[in-house]
């Protein structure tokens, strides 16, 4: 099998940073897939993927991508789709321009050689309230002056459906489950996933905020489920760092900050989420420093 990895990128501000990311991820034993939402204007790729020299980098077809919406899922399914029917990787790793890895590439390549598992993580709580029911105008955004008629519409027609035990659902005979929306999974997942996009589809058309719930449960209700890495942790399970349970507690501001790069280091994840702005900045160059890399 192929030992190259993939990487699918999703990102919609600080270029920059996604410019140092890439030089990061830069590897002959990478391929780069990028999407970047349409909403943004004037996007200079050139001098986003100057810094890339060994891998091979694709910026892919773009879609306006909003908070909550089903076009999250979309652009997750188009950039795993771009890379399935481009090559066959070892890993696909799906991460945003907000993720830095906490380990270099050649680190990153020889944990992966040795642990043949799938990693993504599963929150174990029932989330089937956000695909069973019909979510107007899901593809909004997050709620603000100009959005709270849409949000107000979209209550009342759920506090009906709920009156009315709707289910939307019910004719799959499935398990929802829900996680953390970033994962790293092998190519048989890859391919699977990729194959069940026209159910996908079917599925959460009207959903919200399903990127974390639709590769959780079609894992859970297939083989692949037996193959996690960890179902009990969600964020060792995708072996990535975030703040929302940072040290046992949930956290509001889910940006880390220089006071927190103690904890980041003595992580054992892969990946940390999320780093933005001159502060993000400063956190990632101590990340790379730690690795005996300086930008």
Known sequence: MNSKHAYLIIAHQGFEQLKYLLEDLDHELNDIYVHIDLKVKNVNFAYIKSGVKHSKIYF???????WGGFSQIRVTLNLLTEAVNNDIYKYYHLITGETFPLKSQDSIHNYFKNHNKE???????????????????????????????????????????????????????????????????TH??????????K???RIYKHSFCCDEVFVQTLV??????HNMNDINDEYKGCK????????GKQQNDLIFHKDELNYILASDALFARKFSGVEGMEIIRSIKEMRGVCL
């Open 240 to 247: 990535c760092l975030t703040k929302w349970r940072m040290h």
């Open 220 to 225: 859970y209700n297939s083989p692949f489920y």
């Open 119 to 185: 990693f993504i993580g599963f929150n174990n709580n029932d989330f089937s309230d956000r695909v069973k029911y019909i979510y107007l105008f899901n593809e909004i955004g997050k709620i603000s002056m100009k959005t709270m008629i849409f949000y107000l519409i979209r209550k009342l027609f759920l506090f009906i459906q709920r009156l009315l035990k709707t289910d939307i659902t019910r004719k799959y005979k499935i398990v929802f489950k829900k996680g953390f929306a970033y994962w790293s999974i």
């Open 188 to 197: 048989k997942l890859a391919v699977f996933i990729v194959d069940n996009t």
């Open 199 to 201: 159910l996908i589809n």
């Open 60 to 66: 892919i077809d773009r879609i306006k991508v909003n």
